[in-house]
């Protein structure tokens, strides 16, 4: 029996190693004795993980075989399986009973660091670091003592104490061996980047130059060459290198800064820009070429500042041209690109692929999905949507909207996208229609909004009204007959004849508080003076930027008085740097700026700035820096970036009033 308690040891000591007691498998001797045969049906069912059934099976030998020599093996494997089970206490009844019963057995040991493994599976963690010293002071083998300091390391981890766990797992990797080695070399990787370089070079000058003072030194490097934060990893690695020449990892450190180096080659105050010169979207290139342009000049007019260069590429809204021009930009050593506006998701995919920080001015869907390098900065539908239903049932609370929308991409989406908010803030959605975008007469959408599309059924056409659905005919027969014997004997073809026969028509069912149309300002001004003449009047008028147009009130400006919209900028606006802004933009250029040089404008700015600052030597410092940026404060209002590299942005909400726009506060 002696032999195989030594072989459960050696097993046991594969279990430390793989962290479970899964793998186990006890064998029975080769002679049988009693109650060897149900001890082999237990493990089998062990093994096939019928862990209910080996339960009972072992729970049946503890019960009838108590003195036998694998009742201890049968206490540390219920032990187990409770634990798999999430059982704790019952585990640790397992444990205890094992050192109290059997105080001799091997896996004594084992049933100590398992009974601290259960206090730490139920987050107990303050328990673990109270019992560790206790527990380490009764046991004597390597395993078992490389398994507790791996064991307080990951709870000092789960407490946020990343300098405490990093004493146990050096401790650890002091007593560690292949193959236990790699798993706690990962360990300390983890946890040294939660430190700082400050704790780092501490902890190396209290260690001198004892493993694993190196060690950490390039685990840190390694960690943060990962993460793409070079400058960072190229400073500990030149330290590790300097400081540790015949560490075994030294050839390692110099290959990554050699890496490292190839990828600090460009030209660090030199920006792209990827726009539309050419062809049908020239217009909104040129526009947007303009904010930049005016972003360059002041930045460089700024003496203090380092001066930066821009490298324009026409796209011609091509998308082949925009990954060749990607390509081009990359040969020359461009910092960061900005654009395009169109074809954006071809040019992202190769600035991803290229580690080219790249920010995009579109609206194209997901387009920050790309990759941790591509960044959007422009409003989408959504944020318009979520600015509008916000303000609407937050600020005016409102709770009922109908929908105007054309049959075509741009309508469904903001269609959509509108339903699915105010269903979001537990309003209503009680009419949708849509009519085909070459249509100048807008009757039908209208009248099957308000009811007035379908004939109204013979036993309804004496209705008076309806409110709320309840049925009012009954009250007016009664006023009609309290009243018939006063009423004077008319002529037929009288006058009253003629208005009880304009009572008679059929009146508009207004249930909706505000009607959101997402159109072009010339439809808009088409269709809201209809909705007027079929009494669609007293509603809240929404729409998106589009409606940021002189033209719709040109239009119908005694129409959408107080119609409101969504915008990223508004020239108008009190912001003094808006105003700089503006009239430095009409002294350069003779003209006003729209949303499309503002955007372009402040994106350059941003660029210009991160790329000046003398820390910044990697294209992935440049990444970092934007994913980093808070609340930059440009002339389209404060931009952030989430973790996605998605916009973050509150958007303006304009109103007409008169024969202009004004800000909402």
């Known amino acids: 029996m002696r032999k195989i308690n030594l072989i459960f040891v050696l097993i046991a000591v594969l279990f430390l190693c793989s962290c479970g007691l899964k793998d186990i498998f006890l064998p029975v001797p080769v002679k049988p004795g009693p109650g060897d045969e149900l001890f082999s049906k237990a493990e089998k069912l062990y093994q096939a993980e019928s862990y209910e059934e080996s339960l009972n099976a072992y729970n049946e030998y503890l019960f009838r075989f108590p003195d036998r020599p694998l009742a201890d093996a049968a206490l540390i494997k219920t032990g187990a399986i409770y634990t798999a089970l999430g059982d704790y206490a019952e585990a640790r009844d397992s444990y205890k009973r094992l050192i109290v019963e059997y105080p001799d057995s091997s896996f004594v040991p084992d049933a100590r660091v398992e009974g601290l493994v259960t206090f730490y599976n139920e987050g107990k963690y303050e328990r673990v670091i109270r019992e560790a010293d206790s527990v380490l002071e009764k046991i004597v083998s390597r395993i078992h003592i490389l398994r507790m300091y791996v064991l307080v390391g990951d709870t000092y981890i789960a407490i946020g104490s990343p300098l405490d766990a990093l004493h146990f797992y050096t401790l650890a990797f002091e007593k560690s061996k292949d193959p236990e080695r790699e798993t706690v070399i990962s360990k300390l990787k983890e946890t040294v980047v939660q430190l700082d370089k400050t704790d780092i070079m501490s902890i190396v000058k209290y260690m001198g130059y004892k493993p694993p003072a190196g060690m950490l030194m390039y685990l840190y490097g390694l960690k943060k060459a990962e993460e793409e934060q070079y400058d960072d990893a190229a400073m500990m690695l030149s330290y590790f290198v300097d400081r540790f020449p015949k560490h075994n990892y030294v050839g390692r450190a110099k290959k990554i800064i050699e890496e490292l180096s190839a990828k600090a080659v460009y030209s660090r105050y030199t920006i792209g820009c990827l726009l539309p010169l050419s062809g049908y979207y020239k217009d909104f290139g040129v526009k947007a070429l303009r904010g930049i342009e005016l972003a360059l000049g002041q930045f460089c007019a700024q003496g203090d500042r380092q001066s930066v260069k821009i490298i324009i590429k026409d796209t011609g809204s091509d998308p082949d041209v925009a990954v060749n021009a990607v390509n081009e930009l990359f040969e020359e050593h461009v910092a960061a690109i900005i654009g395009p506006i169109f074809t954006a998701e071809s040019a992202a995919l190769e600035a991803q692929s290229r580690g080219i920080p790249i920010v995009a001015i579109t609206q194209k869907d997901n387009i920050a999905d790309t990759g941790d390098y591509v960044f959007r900065n422009f409003f989408t539908p959504k944020m318009q949507v979520e600015t509008i239903v916000s303000y609407a049932i937050e600020e005016l609370e409102l709770k009922n909207f109908a929908i105007l929308y054309p049959n075509e991409n741009y309508g469904k989406v903001f269609m959509n996208l509108f339903w699915d908010e105010v269903m979001a803030y537990d309003g209503k959605v009680v009419g949708v229609e849509s009519y085909e975008i070459d249509s100048a007469d807008f009757a039908d959408p209208i009248k099957k909004l308000v009811g007035l599309y379908y004939e109204l059924p013979e036993d309804l056409k004496n209705t008076d009204e309806l409110i709320e659905g309840e049925d009012k005919s009954d009250e007016f027969e009664e006023v009609k007959d309290e009243n018939k014997a006063d009423e004077p004997i008319e002529e037929e073809g009288s006058v009253e004849d003629e208005e009880l026969i304009e009572d008679d028509e059929p009146k508009p069912v207004i249930d909706f508080d505000a009607i959101f149309i997402p159109d072009s300002p010339k439809r808009a001004g088409l269709i809201i003076p209809q909705l007027s003449f079929y009494d669609v009047d007293n509603v809240y008028l929404f729409g998106t930027n589009l409606w940021h147009s002189d033209i719709l009130i040109k239009m119908a400006r005694q129409y959408v008085q107080n119609a409101i919209m969504p915008d990223i900028f508004f020239a108008e606006s009190s912001s003094e740097k808006v105003r700089d802004f503006v009239r430095t933009f ?80």
């Open 586 to 665: 009409e002294k350069t250029f003779r003209e006003k700026p729209d949303f499309i040089e503002a955007v372009a404008y402040d994106t350059a700015m941003m660029l210009f700035q991160i790329v000046s600052r003398p820390d910044v030597r990697f294209r992935s410092a440049v990444k970092n820096e934007l994913m980093k940026l808070s609340n930059f404060q440009g002339v389209t209002g404060l931009t952030s970036f989430d973790n996605n590299g998605e916009l973050k942005k509150d958007l303006y909400l304009l109103k007409i009033k008169g024969n202009k726009f004004v800000e909402l506060e």
